[in-house]
């Protein structure tokens, strides 16, 4: 099995956000897997085959199949007999509306945040890429998205309000036990670890703890990252 990812200059180093939630979907079924990385203007070329301009690509055998929700489907749906992400279908239409809901209100926010410190760990050419596409998204220079990142921070930092108050009373968003709904926030968390040493949490949220569970669970492939 291979899974194309996205790094920076440094190429042991993958940190886009939908990939990890791959990486931890496949520890949790406990698959093997070669990792390609790929650097942005790499993606499009390496990536026909596949008809995909984005990573997460997984390629099992003949099977290929591009986006993170789409490959969390297929491997649940092809290792029926290994651990489950979803826990049935309703766990697994609970998790494909947290896929698109933290879009918005987390993904966004902390995007504009981290978006000054990725471009730092970007190739030369990739800086290009990076800022001709991400400067217009956001419609400011990343210069200046640094300077004001405590505006986005705080943003991304009070809609995590309910999953703050969430954790007050359950141990993971999936349950008695870690599945795709924690692998959807966890890997915001190491996207940002990955990429950044911005400090995202109060010492009191509850996400701390969370955060400690799943670094536990998951020791080996988050390792390297720094807390
Ligand atoms: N909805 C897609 C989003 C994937 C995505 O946006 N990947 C980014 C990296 S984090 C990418 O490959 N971007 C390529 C580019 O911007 O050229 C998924 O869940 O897989």
Not at 82 to 110: D, H, T, W, Y
Request: with cysteine.
């Amino acid at each position: 099995m291979k899974l194309y990812e996205l790094v920076g200059s440094d190429h042991t180093q993958g940190f886009s956000p939908f990939v990890w939630r791959i990486k931890l979907a496949l520890a949790h079924k406990n698959l093997d897997y070669e990792l390609i990385p790929l650097q942005f203007t790499e993606i499009k070329d390496a990536l026909t085959f596949a008809d995909s301009k984005t990573v997460p690509v997984l390629e099992d055998g003949n099977n290929v199949t591009k986006d993170s929700w789409d490959i969390a489907c297929y491997l649940e749906e092809t290792y029926a007999d290994r651990p489950s992400l979803f826990g049935g279908n309703v766990g697994r239409a609970g998790s494909k509306l947290l896929n698109s809901q933290i879009i918005m209100p987390l993904l966004a926010p902390l995007f504009r945040t981290l978006v000054a410190d990725i471009h730092d760990i970007l190739d030369d050419a990739d800086k290009d890429y990076f800022r001709s596409t991400r400067e217009p998204r956001i419609g400011c220079t990343f210069e200046e998205a640094r300077e004001n990142y405590k505006v986005s921070l705080a943003i991304f930092k009070k809609n995590l309000w309910s999953y703050n108050k969430y954790l007050l009373t359950e141990e993971y968003f999936s349950g008695e036990a870690p599945a795709y709904n924690d692998y959807i926030l966890y890997s915001m968390f190491l996207w940002a670890r990955g990429t950044s040493n911005i400090k995202l949490l109060d010492d009191d949220d509850p996400l701390n703890k969370w955060l400690v569970r799943m670094d536990q669970s998951f020791g080996d492939l988050v390792a390297h990252l720094k807390r």
